[in-house]
């Protein structure tokens, strides 16, 4: 690094470029210094070069200057694709929801060609008759949701209050068109007045996870039917089993991930590219090997010096 004619620091992240090449600096000073997140990369570079049977170094030194580009679009794709992604709660890329039903059309039909198909292979009206026979079903079964719920620890750490031994259920009933908001709802009401427990945070302060399985219920909107895991159940005659938690306690779970570690090579593109900009605005060129350097369409030759050979103060 060095310092510029405002004072600033200046990073020099291209090793090769010679110090002729260098301009406007405050200083004839060069200062060595880690660069941020030096340690890691290149331990990364170590294991990579290792699985591959040849060094980075090594591998760069074979590129040209398109194969450069590519690996440039290639990380800033990634960076695009990171941005895109939700990183916050529900909407965290990892979060597992519990998959929804999907109505498909009738086998060889679009959705431009409903006026011509018989109206009974709709998947409107056979979504339809599944309910009538779901619902057929239920009422000779007396089905009905067993939902678990337990006090989390009073301990002060994080690890300590997602221990939680779920030892308290109750049925709930009806449920045919009811929402996954419906059954919070009804099942902490039923554990405050069964088990008198003190439940003080309102049921939009918690969800439904499927037990055995991390996957949970999200859809306050969507009927309780229509999620793969429930409907299942009550067609195979089996009971379905949901677990209350705590949003808190699932998020700390699915945190945001760190920001995207940026190369070296990243940074040298990035800055040369800035450089070069640079250059094109101010109306000037540089040739990188110091042999000549043009200003204003000047194309006077100029002696190449190097800042150890200047004597005064710049």
């Not at 800035?274 to 350097?293: F, I, K, M, P, R």
Request: glycine share 4%.
């Amino acid at each position: 690094m060095t310092i510029g004619l405002d004072g600033a620091h200046i990073q020099l992240y291209d090793e090769q470029k010679p110090v002729s090449s260098l301009q406007n600096l405050f200083l004839p000073l060069l200062v060595l210094a880690e660069p941020e997140g030096n340690k890691m990369e290149k331990e990364l570079n170590q294991q990579i070069g290792y699985i591959m049977g040849i060094t980075l170094m090594e591998l760069e030194r074979k590129l040209d200057k398109e194969l450069q580009n590519f690996r440039l679009k290639l990380f800033e794709t990634c960076l695009e694709a990171e941005k895109e992604r939700g990183t916050y709660q529900f909407l965290h890329y990892a979060f597992p929801e519990g998959p929804l039903l999907q109505q498909q059309l009738h086998p060889g039909a679009n959705s431009s060609q409903f006026g011509t198909i018989d109206p009974s292979d709709h998947p409107l009206e056979i979504e339809r008759r599944a309910l009538e026979k779901l619902r057929q079903k239920m009422q000779s079964s007396d089905a009905y949701v067993e939902v678990w719920y337990g006090i989390p620890s009073t301990k002060n750490s994080q690890e300590n209050q997602k221990e939680v031994d779920f030892e308290y259920s109750v049925r709930i009933r009806n449920i045919l068109g009811a929402t996954p908001e419906d059954v919070l709802r009804a099942a902490l009401n039923e554990f405050r007045t069964q088990y008198s427990l003190d439940i003080r945070q309102p049921h939009t302060e918690f969800i439904l996870q499927i037990a055995g399985q991390q996957v949970y219920i999200t859809r306050p909107d969507v009927p309780l039917t229509q999620f793969v895991y429930i409907r299942s159940c009550f067609e195979n005659y089996r009971i379905p089993r949901l677990i209350i938690r705590e949003k808190r306690l699932v998020f700390l779970d699915y945190p945001p991930p760190p920001k995207i570690f940026e190369p070296s090579y990243v940074r040298r593109e990035v800055h040369n590219q800035y450089l070069a900009n640079e250059t094109l605005v101010n109306g000037t060129s540089t040739v990188s090997d110091g042999n000549t350097q043009t200003s204003n369409g000047d194309a006077k030759q100029k002696q190449k010096k190097l800042f150890w050979d200047l004597d005064e103060n710049l």
